[in-house]
Structure formats: structure tokens, C-alpha cells
């Protein structure tokens, strides 16, 4: 009977678990203080060289080899940068450069790094981002269309 009782109890601690980590997937983060302050020169050197000094806003995609939600992520991210103005998306693959990763603070792909084109983090996304409210959130830091 004790048996039962651990199965049970594993049971739910890992749908708790698998509950609060689908609840974090895709959700918006305002950039950490620290983050929000570092400029291109404080970057990993292949982040800073892929900041789009033309646009308002460069998407960066931390990826690693073998992830699948990182090509779902892609997706998104590059139609979303097709369609809208300012925006400018670049996935970087960190599996042989982990260094690049723990410098940002990314502990998991795909993470999604919004940057103004002096280098400071606006917002991130851990997991595949919901393409209508990542532009909702990035709207403010668009340049507006000339009318």
C-alpha cells in the first residue's frame, strides 16, 4: 500500500510541475535591470555582431542543435520580422559556444532576446513565443509607420 501512495504522489508532483512549466512557456519577461543597461560592448561577441543597427528591434533566438521547439520558434520569429517593420530577427546556435548562453543568463532553449540596436535587452521569452502578444509587447520600441 505505501507503494501506492509514493506512485501517487510522484503523480502529482510531476503534473504540478509539468502544469508550472507549460504556464512559463512562451511568456513575456521584462528585461532584468542589469540586462536592461548593458550595452553591445558588454555582449558576447556573436550577439553583438548580430544586432541590426538599422532596425528598431533585433529578435535573437538562442538555439541548440537538436531542438525542436527552437525550429517552431524560427518560424515564428522570422515571419513575424518579415512582416513588420523594425524588426529584425537572428538565430544564434549556442551548442558548441555554451559560454554564449551563460553569459545572457539563457538556461534553456529556444530563448528569445528582444535588443535595441545599442545593445539593451527590452524583454525575453523563454519557450516558443505567441507571435501576436510578442508584438503587442514590442510595439512600443517599433518605430511607427510614416503616414
Known amino acids: 500500500m505505501t507503494g501506492m ?13 509539468g502544469l508550472l512549466l507549460r504556464a512559463r512557456n512562451g511568456k513575456i519577461r521584462a ?11 558588454a555582449l558576447p561577441a556573436p550577439v553583438a555582431a548580430a544586432l541590426d543597427p538599422r ?34 530577427h537572428v538565430d544564434l546556435d549556442v ?16 530563448t528569445t532576446l528582444a535588443l535595441d540596436p545599442e545593445g539593451r535587452e527590452l524583454l525575453r521569452v523563454g519557450g516558443v513565443p505567441r507571435g501576436p502578444e510578442l508584438l503587442e509587447a514590442l510595439r512600443p520600441h517599433l518605430v511607427p509607420a510614416a503616414s
Open 95 to 110: 551548442t558548441e559556444r555554451p559560454e554564449v548562453a551563460q553569459a545572457l543568463s539563457v538556461l534553456s532553449t529556444p
Open 31 to 41: 528585461a532584468k535591470p542589469a540586462a536592461a543597461t548593458r550595452t553591445a560592448s
Open 5 to 17: 501512495w509514493v506512485l501517487l504522489a510522484t503523480l502529482v508532483v510531476a503534473a504540478i510541475a
Open 55 to 88: 532596425s528598431a528591434v533585433t529578435l535573437v533566438q538562442i538555439s541548440t542543435t537538436f531542438c525542436a521547439p527552437c525550429r517552431h520558434t524560427r518560424a515564428i520569429l522570422s515571419s513575424l520580422a518579415e512582416k513588420t517593420d523594425g524588426l529584425h
